[in-house]
Protein backbone atom coordinates (compact mmCIF):
# COMPACT_ATOMS: atom_id res chain seq x y z
CA UNK A 1 0.00 0.00 0.00
CA UNK A 2 1.64 3.09 -1.00
CA UNK A 3 0.26 6.85 -0.97
CA UNK A 4 -0.51 9.70 1.31
CA UNK A 5 -3.89 9.52 3.71
CA UNK A 6 -5.50 11.95 1.60
CA UNK A 7 -5.38 9.61 -1.24
CA UNK A 8 -6.73 7.04 0.66
CA UNK A 9 -9.39 8.91 2.54
CA UNK A 10 -10.38 10.35 -1.08
CA UNK A 11 -10.84 6.76 -2.69
CA UNK A 12 -13.32 5.71 0.56
CA UNK A 13 -15.17 9.00 0.45
CA UNK A 14 -16.58 8.22 -3.14
CA UNK A 15 -18.22 5.38 -1.53
CA UNK A 16 -19.39 7.52 1.62
CA UNK A 17 -23.28 6.55 1.99
CA UNK A 18 -25.77 9.34 3.04
CA UNK A 19 -28.35 8.91 5.66
CA UNK A 20 -31.74 10.71 5.54
CA UNK A 21 -32.95 13.17 7.97
CA UNK A 22 -36.49 14.25 7.53
CA UNK A 23 -36.89 14.66 3.68
CA UNK A 24 -33.21 15.49 2.97
CA UNK A 25 -30.43 13.61 2.48
CA UNK A 26 -27.71 14.60 4.11
CA UNK A 27 -23.78 12.49 3.86
CA UNK A 28 -22.52 11.31 6.40
CA UNK A 29 -19.60 12.81 7.97
CA UNK A 30 -16.72 11.50 9.73
CA UNK A 31 -14.29 13.36 11.80
CA UNK A 32 -10.89 13.37 9.41
CA UNK A 33 -9.35 11.87 12.34
CA UNK A 34 -11.18 8.88 12.01
CA UNK A 35 -10.17 8.36 8.56
CA UNK A 36 -6.68 9.11 9.16
CA UNK A 37 -6.46 6.19 11.87
CA UNK A 38 -8.21 4.11 9.60
CA UNK A 39 -5.69 4.62 6.94
CA UNK A 40 -2.66 4.35 9.31
CA UNK A 41 -3.75 1.45 10.81
CA UNK A 42 -4.08 -0.35 7.41
CA UNK A 43 -1.18 1.60 6.21
CA UNK A 44 1.21 -0.33 8.99
CA UNK A 45 -0.49 -3.40 8.37
CA UNK A 46 0.45 -3.46 4.92
CA UNK A 47 -2.81 -3.96 3.24
CA UNK A 48 -2.46 -4.90 -0.40
CA UNK A 49 -5.03 -5.95 -3.14
CA UNK A 50 -6.78 -9.75 -2.62
CA UNK A 51 -5.57 -9.33 1.02
CA UNK A 52 -7.93 -10.40 4.03
CA UNK A 53 -8.78 -7.80 6.71
CA UNK A 54 -10.77 -8.05 9.87
CA UNK A 55 -12.10 -5.31 11.33
CA UNK A 56 -13.96 -4.92 14.45
CA UNK A 57 -16.62 -2.40 14.81
CA UNK A 58 -17.37 -2.19 11.42
CA UNK A 59 -20.69 -0.12 11.34
CA UNK A 60 -18.56 2.79 13.24
CA UNK A 61 -20.45 3.18 16.16
CA UNK A 62 -17.35 4.29 18.17
CA UNK A 63 -16.50 7.49 15.89
CA UNK A 64 -16.47 5.91 11.96
CA UNK A 65 -12.95 4.04 12.22
CA UNK A 66 -14.68 0.69 11.27
CA UNK A 67 -16.67 2.01 8.85
CA UNK A 68 -13.84 3.72 7.05
CA UNK A 69 -11.77 0.89 7.45
CA UNK A 70 -13.79 -0.98 5.34
CA UNK A 71 -14.50 1.84 3.14
CA UNK A 72 -10.88 2.04 2.90
CA UNK A 73 -9.61 -1.41 2.35
CA UNK A 74 -12.25 -2.16 -0.01
CA UNK A 75 -10.51 1.13 -2.26
CA UNK A 76 -7.64 -0.36 -1.93
CA UNK A 77 -8.90 -4.25 -3.05
CA UNK A 78 -8.73 -6.11 -0.23
CA UNK A 79 -11.53 -8.33 1.01
CA UNK A 80 -13.17 -7.45 4.17
CA UNK A 81 -14.46 -9.46 7.10
CA UNK A 82 -16.54 -7.31 9.32
CA UNK A 83 -18.25 -7.38 13.11
CA UNK A 84 -20.94 -5.52 14.34
CA UNK A 85 -24.56 -5.79 15.83
CA UNK A 86 -26.92 -8.10 13.57
CA UNK A 87 -29.05 -4.82 12.92
CA UNK A 88 -25.39 -3.53 11.08
CA UNK A 89 -25.15 -7.01 9.05
CA UNK A 90 -26.59 -4.95 6.11
CA UNK A 91 -24.71 -1.39 6.09
CA UNK A 92 -21.40 -3.97 6.45
CA UNK A 93 -22.43 -5.15 3.41
CA UNK A 94 -23.68 -2.18 1.30
CA UNK A 95 -19.94 -0.77 2.33
CA UNK A 96 -18.51 -4.15 0.97
CA UNK A 97 -17.43 -5.95 3.70
Not at 30 to 57: C, S, Y
Not at 79 to 93: D, G, I, P, Q, W
Amino acid sequence: MRGTADEGIDRAATRTHTSKCGDQKYPQRWPAAAGLTAFQVLNRLGLKAGETVLIHGGSGGSGGEGSLGIQIAVALGARVTATASERNHKFLRSLGA
